[in-house]
């Protein structure tokens, strides 16, 4: 039976799904109140949320509350990859002191923690200013948990979060994609543009990043103020969607955006589209050698291509800012969401 989440502005409440699509099998009546954010670990058979100052969590087969934890002006929360143990991650916004202190002999406390709610215990707790990529990573086995600090980048143990293994020292860096891989692993590190000198991403293999030279792959660019990684699911090569805040070419509102492709062999390449506009979804297919792009004015193009970054086929113009490939690799949807009244193909 597949069990479905509705999260609103009263609460949350679970329903079914095929074949009973609104009805509720389960045992678990529901939440009233305000919910500032609710996730699934990867597997759906647990659940989390924020609410009232308190993170509380559940199971998803009889819906059984496995504990709470009180955390005032806590507003947003993560989970590791795998489930073998839920380890929660919950962050609250950085500040010098508590409404209980005085602000002139107060200490700061930490606002990120990491938690095993298997073992209900604290694994350990960090100060984290910017909610910016906060959530520290974990590679897909879960042998590894990296963070990002102030020009530098912190790799854990991941059974062993008091001592830090590696430090990758990287001035102005200011994000990392650890990649979700049960190895071998690979990071990418972002440096934005510094004075005259272009912005850029080297990718690594994990724990090989010394210096430049050891770089697999490296990609360097101007007009670039944000870097989102996508893995294939090989952990074999990377899309890099960058994106401006202005446009200065006038073109965009909302800025300007490029895709590139970085592969451990040393492949780096800027995918060029045939239509002018934002970069609105990108998505591999499990083969991790083709990927699609929705991009474009609307209304957008759709395109798939292969790993030489060749386009392989097209699927026209249509109201659309989303793609998503199934697992298996032979069902892709392109549809419009937001503030697009489109359809989904």
């Not at 670990?41 to 924020?50: E, H, L, P, V």
């Not at 990120?112 to 897909?140: H, N, R």
């Not at 934005?192 to 293999?205: E, M, N, T």
């Amino acid at each position: 039976m597949i069990l479905q989440k509705i999260h609103d502005s009263t609460g949350v409440r679970f329903i079914d799904g095929a074949p009973n699509f609104g009805s509720n099998s389960t045992k678990f009546a529901g939440f009233e109140g305000s919910v500032k954010c609710l996730i699934f670990s990867n597997d759906g058979k647990r659940c989390a949320w924020i609410a009232n100052g308190q993170l509380l969590f559940i199971k998803r087969d009889n819906r059984n509350r496995l504990g709470e934890l009180k955390c005032p002006f806590s507003s947003s929360v993560s989970c590791r990859p795998q489930n073998n143990d839920f380890f929660l991650k919950f962050w609250r916004f950085y500040v010098s002191f508590t409404p209980e202190q005085n602000k002139g002999d107060a200490q700061a406390s930490p606002n990120l923690s990491v938690y095993d709610v298997s073992g209900k215990k604290l694994l350990k707790a960090f100060f984290q200013q910017s909610q910016t990529d906060w959530q520290p990573q974990w590679t897909g086995d879960e042998t590894i948990m990296a963070r990002n600090v102030t020009n530098e980048v912190h790799f854990y143990k991941a059974d062993d979060l008091q001592n830090i293994v590696e430090k990758k020292i990287l001035q102005k860096v200011k994000s990392f994609s650890l990649s979700p891989s049960t190895g071998p692993h690979h990071v990418t590190f972002y440096v934005p543009s510094i004075k005259a000198a272009p912005a850029f991403v080297h990718l690594y293999r994990y724990p090989n990043f010394k210096d430049a030279s050891c770089a697999l792959a490296n990609k360097s660019f101007f007009k670039v103020d944000s870097v989102e990684t996508h893995w294939n699911k090989q952990n074999s090569a990377a899309l890099l969607l960058t994106a401006a805040e202005m446009d200065k070419s006038g073109t965009s509102y909302y800025g300007e955006q490029m895709l590139f492709y970085l592969s451990t062999k040393g492949d780096s390449t800027r995918i060029t589209f045939s239509k002018q506009g934002n970069i609105h979804s990108v998505a591999w297919c499990p083969n991790g050698q083709e990927f699609f792009a929705v991009y474009g004015t609307m209304p957008s193009k759709a395109t798939l291509f292969n790993h030489k970054c060749d386009p392989v086929a097209e699927f026209g113009n249509g109201a659309r800012n989303t793609v998503m490939v199934n697992p298996v690799g032979n069902v892709v949807l392109l549809g419009g969401f937001g503030n697009i009244s489109g359809r989904m193909e």
